[in-house]
């Protein structure tokens, strides 16, 4: 039995922000990877893009990965699995690129991305993403302080994967690593169309990315 992590266990979290409704953040997505231990200690922040309606989402996450250049990962988390407009995650891919347990966490109820991802695209683009979204792990429900979320774990089995996401939430329902992440994405990308356009708009993102939430 794999044993819980420690409070000095280390997770590298990974998170995007973009704002749909500007023409030139609407091209790239801002990633976030946040090195946070269990005891909610941030040890490091590296910053990448990735293609929105794109799919090089995972070689973006894996460049993350390596660029942080921390062996003491013990994990890679991700929100969600299609992030940046259904750029989609290859779970096992990363996983096998950082040697590591990779999850994926997402917060709500989901019917799956296939309908989505078959309304927005045809053709090679279609079947590339349904061929990645198909070898998605299953996503499974965890209860979280009182909540529930859903994850998807390559690496590491179901139960573990559990213990690993409750040990990262010290409260509420949202990964520490997570939702660092999130959080310096969020001000990456902010601070990017200031110095782009001389507009400052706070932290509100467009709409939100499917895979953040969804899946």
């Known amino acids: 039995m794999t044993p819980s992590p420690k409070p000095g266990t280390r997770a590298l979290g990974v998170a995007e922000s973009y704002r749909g409704t500007d023409s030139e953040s609407s091209r790239r997505s801002t990633l976030c990877g946040a090195l946070v231990r269990a005891n909610r200690v941030v040890d490091g922040v590296v910053y990448g893009s990735c293609t929105v309606g794109g799919t090089d989402a995972t070689n973006a996450v894996c460049t993350l990965f390596s660029t942080l250049g921390r062996e003491d990962v013990r994990y890679v988390m991700l929100s969600g699995v299609a992030p940046a407009w259904f750029n989609v995650l290859d779970l096992r891919r990363i996983a096998e690129a950082t040697d ?40 499974r429900p965890v209860e979280v302080n009182g909540e529930t979320v859903f994850v998807r774990a390559v690496g590491i089995d179901a139960a573990a994967a559990a213990d690993v996401v409750r040990a990262f939430t010290p409260e509420g329902g949202r990964p520490e690593p997570v939702r660092v992440a999130r959080t310096a994405a969020r001000a990456a990308r902010s601070w990017r169309e200031r110095e782009w356009d001389g507009r400052d708009d706070g932290h509100n993102d467009g709409p939100a990315s499917p895979g953040d939430h969804h899946e």
Request: glycine residues 4%; hydrophobic residues 30%.
């Open 100 to 139: 590591r347990p990779t999850l994926s966490v997402s917060y709500e109820e989901s019917e799956g991305l296939a309908s989505a991802l078959r309304e927005q695209f045809s053709g090679d683009e279609l079947d590339e993403r349904l061929a990645a979204y198909r070898s998605l792990p299953p996503r």
